[in-house]
């Protein structure tokens, strides 16, 4: 089985693809894309601090709900 610190790093690799992912989508925005684009980059938004909490969970760092 895979440490908690290995599967921590995944997680961040992950939270980080979704971060570029939101950029790209508030690109979009500006390039008039919009509520599309504004829903989407929401969602990503989401993903993301849920990745964040995961990571930390994993990591052993104190997280307050």
């Known amino acids: 089985m895979e440490s908690l610190d290995s599967l921590a790093d995944d997680v961040a690799n992950i939270e980080t693809k979704v971060a570029d992912a939101i950029f790209e989508t508030v690109r979009e925005q500006f390039r008039g894309s919009g509520e599309e684009a504004r829903n ?6 989401k ?3 849920s ?4 990571e930390s969970l994993l ?5 307050t709900d």
Do not use: P
């Open 40 to 45: 989407l980059e929401r969602r990503l938004s």
């Open 47 to 49: 993903v993301r601090r």
């Open 59 to 63: 990591r052993h760092d104190n997280v």
């Open 51 to 54: 990745l964040q909490k995961a």
